[in-house]
């Protein structure tokens, strides 16, 4: 049973083309006009391979495989994101829900009959770039929040999530959680740098650190650049750039367990001669281990009470996300690694760095993922690139596990 590779490959360059603007930046943020776009080519390929094409309440859009003889059971479910992050590259996320609709569509064109319908999806919102929190589409499918209640998210451009979907065309009718799969595997770029660096084809993901996003606001006082000695001043800007470099003390002092970024900030009045009143920045904080992110979280938390008293400014705090740490399941990792030794690939057990819709339906079901390398480890970045080869293997290990699974 072979997949058909050209396919692949060219569907996956024809959506990376999609959101590329005059300046050749790459960005297709949840419910714009460029995921539209993507969406539509997506739902056009799921049509074209014989799938039902259904979208939920949430926009989430799903491409289903039932036949007579198995409609009605469980579905083996597949799938990832096609939403990206600003100026992104052409891989991440779009890779596995191609991939998860070539596996079923070589299956459905090979004669083969499953015992289950197989389902790919494509989850709404998965970046979190636009509207918090990330991975929203898949929380929402796996009863993690209601439709309703995220559907009524506002954006960081003001919008409303529910409303975009519903201007895009991708408002459903479906209830999130219309069909409980069986099973879950996800098929995705590592985006780290571990199995290029050691020369490793499959990553068996067993598991996947905990995410904890906060936005930040410090307020201070507005005052001369030049006037205000430093000793009057009630200083925002210093007082953010303090708690930056807090964190990267703290991941530093981690044994290399800890991440945190601030990627975005922003200044009021933000003028060259004036020291700023306010700042505004996101603080995200990652750790495999629950207690350990707890203690992060802490430690910032006193921090920030500290600098009220250091610096004389008022600090407050809105959660924006908030994930646990997850483990996949062992039986469909040791299927990962049973197929990539099949195929003669080399293979190797894997914690996901960054946040996935598996760590949400495996809230639902069994459920695992399927890393190949990201050259360099470059990611959520246009230099962003995986070879034709190991996409090609990937799909292959995906195709197993998901026929494996079908059958149970
Ligand atoms: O932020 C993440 O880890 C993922 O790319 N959404
Ligand atoms: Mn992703
Ligand atoms: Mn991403």
Known sequence: MKINEERLLNRLYTLGKIGVNEEGKRTRLAADDAEKEGRDAVATWMMEAGLRVAVDKIGNLFGIWETEENKGKDPVMTGSHIDTVINA??????????AGLEVIQSLKESGYKPARPMVVGAFTNEEGVRYSPDMLGSLVYAGGMTAKDACSIVGIDGTVLGEELKRIGYAGTEEPGFLTPSSFVELHIEQGPILDAEG????????????????????????????????????????????????RERCLSSGGKTVSTTGCIAFEPNAINVIPSKA????????????????EEKALADYLKELEKTDGVTVSTKRLSRFEPVLFSEKIVEKVEKSA???????????????????????????????????????????????????LNGANVLLDVLSELTEE
């Open 89 to 98: 590259g052409q891989y991440d996320g779009c890779y596995g829900v191609l």
């Open 200 to 247: 490793i084809s499959i990553g068996a993901v067993e598991d996947l650190q905990g995410i904890s996003w906060q936005e930040i606001t410090i307020e201070g006082s507005q005052n001369h650049a030049g006037t205000t000695p430093i000793s009057y001043r009630r200083d925002a800007g210093v007082a953010a750039a303090k708690v930056i470099t807090f964190m």
């Open 280 to 295: 505004v920045f996101t603080v995200d904080v990652r750790n495999p281990n629950e207690d350990a992110l707890k203690a």
């Open 341 to 391: 030794s099949a195929h003669g690939y080399s293979c190797r057990r894997i914690t996901s760095g960054a946040g996935q819709d598996a760590q949400n339906l495996a809230l639902m079901c069994p459920t695992a993922m399927i890393f190949i390398p990201s050259i360099n480890g470059i990611s959520h970045n246009p230099e962003e690139f995986s070879r034709e080869e190991d996409l």
